[in-house]
């Protein structure tokens, strides 16, 4: 079994900032792309960034110059750097990891952590 754990979720205030951490633990070989979405109710589901195992990122243009993601792969840890937050940016965030096992190649999710910005 793979799980991944996210942290660092919460209520901060506009402008302010907030550091996600996501870090797998399991039956793991390697871990290749990981990366964040992020839901708020009534919201598609978006991805947020992404970070390959090469260390190369795409984000939302609705984050770009805010979130910085960044990966540990001694740890297998994901981060998300989140800056000049907005209350838009209020939502579930989820880390997720393409992640080679024993059996093959899978995508496995974190279980969510709520990001609320308001004053």
């Known amino acids: 079994q793979v799980q991944l754990v996210e942290s660092g979720g919460g209520l901060v205030q506009p402008g302010g900032s907030l550091r996600l951490s996501c870090a797998a633990s399991g039956s793991i070989f390697s871990i290749y792309t990981m990366g964040w979405y992020r839901q708020a109710p009534g919201k598609q589901r978006e991805l947020v960034a992404q970070?390959?195992?090469?260390?190369?990122?795409n984000y939302s243009d609705s984050v770009k110059g805010r979130f910085t993601i960044s990966r540990d792969n001694a740890k297998n840890t994901v981060y998300l750097q989140m800056n000049s937050l907005k209350p838009e940016d209020t939502a579930v965030y989820s880390c997720?990891?393409?992640?080679?096992?024993?059996?093959?190649?899978?995508?496995?999710w974190g279980q969510g952590t709520q990001v609320t910005v308001s004053s």
């Open positions: 970070i390959t195992s090469q260390s190369s990122t």
């Open positions: 997720w990891g393409s992640v080679r096992t024993g059996t093959g190649l899978n995508v496995y």
